[in-house]
């Protein structure tokens, strides 16, 4: 661990196609779809704007920016969510853990057909430090330089072992330093992106997005001409996946067994992939009443999650109390959360608000001649209405708390969470490794009201936590990496900083009609989800057009 070496691997694929691409909205037919993988992107909604300024401040972008514009790295899921190098060749910390440095690829160029260099880098990974407002991926080296054409050496102000997965982040990619130098990065958009992703853009409409495959893809050959990304939502999916209008879509799918599966068991696959993190309900603890622990603990014990999984049919995924997934942590949970499953504990949960101080009156949080009544804000666009309902009943139930529900698109819903104006909201946590999953709490990536945050969108500012995660950084062996990970997980459990309610998967449906080679959850060397850069380039790449 203490001088992480790691040797870059990239799948290759050949057995390249030329035959027309089909019509935008046409029906699906085995000679038109040939060379066109079609993605029904669900979670995104119903239509797009043509802005691949992936580090501008607009919350409003193109969709699959991903495979155009990739990172130094990449996080392996099917390996214990280690970080692995992508465009990098190597990554390599010093014995003090205070300078990494960056072998790259030599075979990188962009889709202009210019080689990437350690300029480009250079320049890329610079943004964040020159223009704090552009720290979308949450960046704590302090400096970076070239070396050589192909060495890039990033310093931090202490030692950083556990901060490689922050090169793995899509919103910290290499760009060409050759365009974006001379661009506004406040307010361009970016509309003929040139990056060293697989695919550039072919056409855009609003409600329909062709990329093309690029012939000198230093990862190889896709197997594909066109990849179509088609807006629909998570209803109308289901049946283009049934005609196979749809090859692949990112949807939740409650009877998918039975509805999907069971109508073609040989091309239909539903697949769940274990992400490490979990769906977290979030408090924001820069204003009262969420600032108190006993209040954020009195709602954590009144979520009846066991309700939640079964309304997504996965009963049995409920989260632990630490945040932390056991089925990829389980040998770093402290041992009296390991397995622990979290019920409704009314009790406690009574107790809990007797000693935040606050009165219930009429549903509405009392103290000291103030009044709070609280909102729950959630992403519409993921269906996430009943879930929401589960959750504001039980505390009418259990507390008597009035919570209103305050359902939003997806785009508007992150500009809400970043620049805090909600309450409580429900959000992904995780990441690779412990110190990943537990990183955004850091002190650091704290805004005010009203500014964007990166991360930390609860506003989570506590000494203690900054010292543990500072420590974590610094450790050399895994030891005390375990030992400090568990001291995070008590503060999680009895400070409250966020409630984990279930694991969270990456839903992957396929129709196989046109596209084979699909990985499954038993045989996985890349998670076969739409919009994971790296992973996704290895699952396109793995494909061959059906026979």
Same mark, same amino acid.
């Given at each position: 661990m203490r001088t992480s070496r790691i040797a870059a691997t990239a799948a290759l694929a050949t057995a390249a196609l030329a035959l027309a691409a089909c019509t935008p909205g046409a029906a699906t037919n085995t000679v038109a779809r040939a060379d066109t993988l079609v993605y029904g992107k669900s979670d995104g909604g119903t239509t797009y704007v043509r802005n691949y300024n992936v580090l501008g401040p607009a919350t409003e972008k193109a969709p699959n920016a991903e495979l155009i514009y990739e990172p130094l790295a990449r996080i392996d899921y099917a390996n214990g969510a280690v970080v692995e190098p992508w465009l990098a060749q190597s990554l390599q910390f010093d014995e003090a853990g205070t300078a990494l440095t960056i072998e790259l690829r030599s075979d990188v160029t962009f889709s202009d057909g210019e080689a990437m260099d350690a300029d480009d880098v250079v320049y890329s990974l610079s943004l964040p430090l020159e223009r704090p407002e552009l720290n979308l991926a949450g960046v704590t080296y302090e400096a970076v330089s070239k070396i050589d054409d192909d060495t890039v050496q990033v310093d931090f102000a202490e030692p950083s072992f556990a901060a490689l997965n922050q090169f793995a982040s899509s919103s910290l990619p290499v760009v060409p330093e050759h365009i974006w130098r001379d661009q506004d990065l406040m307010s361009w958009t970016n509309p003929d992106p040139?990056?060293?992703?697989?695919?550039?853009?072919?056409?855009?409409?609003?409600?329909?997005?062709?990329?093309?495959?690029?012939?000198?893809y230093w990862g190889g050959q896709m197997p594909?001409?066109?990849?179509?990304?088609?807006?629909?939502?998570?209803?109308?999916?289901?049946?283009?996946?049934?005609?196979?209008?749809?090859?692949?879509?990112?949807?939740?799918w409650a009877g998918a067994e039975e509805e999907f599966v069971a109508q073609n068991p040989e091309t239909n696959l539903y697949q769940l992939y274990a992400t490490g993190g979990a769906y977290s309900m979030m408090y924001n603890t820069a204003q009262p009443p969420f600032d108190n622990a006993d209040l954020r603990r009195a709602l954590a014990l009144s979520i009846p999650r066991s309700d939640i999984t079964a309304t997504l049919n996965r009963p049995g995924t409920e989260a632990g109390p630490t945040g932390l997934v056991d089925q990829i942590y389980a040998d770093w949970i402290a041992p009296e959360y390991r397995g622990v499953v979290q019920e409704v504990d009314a009790a406690a949960a009574q107790a809990a608000l007797a000693a935040s101080g606050f009165t219930v009156v009429d549903g509405a949080l009392e103290k000291d001649g103030q009044r709070y009544s609280p909102r729950l804000s959630f992403n519409q666009d993921f269906g996430w209405?009943?879930?929401?309902?589960?959750?504001?009943?039980?505390?009418?139930?259990?507390?008597?708390?009035?919570?209103?529900?305050?359902?939003?698109?997806?785009?508007t819903l992150y500009d809400q969470q970043k620049t805090g104006d909600f309450d409580l909201t429900i959000a992904t946590t995780g990441g690779a490794g412990v110190y990943g999953v537990y990183g955004f709490l850091d002190s650091r990536y704290v805004e005010p009201l009203g500014t964007a945050a990166a991360t930390n969108i609860g506003r989570w500012n506590? !000494?203690? =936590?900054? &010292?543990? %995660?500072?420590?974590?950084?610094?450790?050399?062996?895994?030891?005390?990496?375990?030992?400090?990970?568990?001291?995070?997980?008590?503060?999680?459990?009895?400070?409250?900083p966020f409630s984990p309610l279930y694991n969270s998967y990456w839903f992957v449906d396929v129709n196989a009609t046109y596209w084979t080679g699909w990985p499954?959850?038993?045989?996985?060397?890349?998670?076969?989800?739409?919009?994971?850069? !790296?992973? =996704?380039? &290895?699952? %396109?790449?793995?494909?061959k057009p059906a026979s």
């Amino acid at each position: 661990m203490r001088t992480s070496r790691i040797a870059a691997t990239a799948a290759l694929a050949t057995a390249a196609l030329a035959l027309a691409a089909c019509t935008p909205g046409a029906a699906t037919n085995t000679v038109a779809r040939a060379d066109t993988l079609v993605y029904g992107k669900s979670d995104g909604g119903t239509t797009y704007v043509r802005n691949y300024n992936v580090l501008g401040p607009a919350t409003e972008k193109a969709p699959n920016a991903e495979l155009i514009y990739e990172p130094l790295a990449r996080i392996d899921y099917a390996n214990g969510a280690v970080v692995e190098p992508w465009l990098a060749q190597s990554l390599q910390f010093d014995e003090a853990g205070t300078a990494l440095t960056i072998e790259l690829r030599s075979d990188v160029t962009f889709s202009d057909g210019e080689a990437m260099d350690a300029d480009d880098v250079v320049y890329s990974l610079s943004l964040p430090l020159e223009r704090p407002e552009l720290n979308l991926a949450g960046v704590t080296y302090e400096a970076v330089s070239k070396i050589d054409d192909d060495t890039v050496q990033v310093d931090f102000a202490e030692p950083s072992f556990a901060a490689l997965n922050q090169f793995a982040s899509s919103s910290l990619p290499v760009v060409p330093e050759h365009i974006w130098r001379d661009q506004d990065l406040m307010s361009w958009t970016n509309p003929d992106p040139v990056g060293t992703g697989p695919f550039t853009v072919d056409a855009f409409a609003a409600q329909q997005v062709t990329l093309k495959a690029r012939d000198d893809y230093w990862g190889g050959q896709m197997p594909m001409t066109y990849l179509k990304v088609l807006a629909t939502n998570a209803e109308a999916v289901k049946a283009q996946l049934l005609r196979g209008d749809v090859d692949w879509a990112p949807a939740s799918w409650a009877g998918a067994e039975e509805e999907f599966v069971a109508q073609n068991p040989e091309t239909n696959l539903y697949q769940l992939y274990a992400t490490g993190g979990a769906y977290s309900m979030m408090y924001n603890t820069a204003q009262p009443p969420f600032d108190n622990a006993d209040l954020r603990r009195a709602l954590a014990l009144s979520i009846p999650r066991s309700d939640i999984t079964a309304t997504l049919n996965r009963p049995g995924t409920e989260a632990g109390p630490t945040g932390l997934v056991d089925q990829i942590y389980a040998d770093w949970i402290a041992p009296e959360y390991r397995g622990v499953v979290q019920e409704v504990d009314a009790a406690a949960a009574q107790a809990a608000l007797a000693a935040s101080g606050f009165t219930v009156v009429d549903g509405a949080l009392e103290k000291d001649g103030q009044r709070y009544s609280p909102r729950l804000s959630f992403n519409q666009d993921f269906g996430w209405n009943a879930y929401a309902d589960i959750m504001i009943n039980s505390w009418k139930s259990v507390l008597g708390i009035s919570v209103a529900p305050v359902g939003a698109p997806g785009a508007t819903l992150y500009d809400q969470q970043k620049t805090g104006d909600f309450d409580l909201t429900i959000a992904t946590t995780g990441g690779a490794g412990v110190y990943g999953v537990y990183g955004f709490l850091d002190s650091r990536y704290v805004e005010p009201l009203g500014t964007a945050a990166a991360t930390n969108i609860g506003r989570w500012n506590d !000494p203690e =936590t900054d &010292r543990i %995660l500072s420590d974590m950084t610094r450790a050399a062996d895994e030891d005390t990496l375990r030992s400090l990970g568990q001291e995070m997980q008590r503060i999680v459990v009895d400070e409250v900083p966020f409630s984990p309610l279930y694991n969270s998967y990456w839903f992957v449906d396929v129709n196989a009609t046109y596209w084979t080679g699909w990985p499954t959850p038993d045989d996985f060397d890349a998670v076969p989800f739409p919009s994971l850069g !790296p992973d =996704t380039v &290895r699952t %396109l790449l793995s494909l061959k057009p059906a026979s």
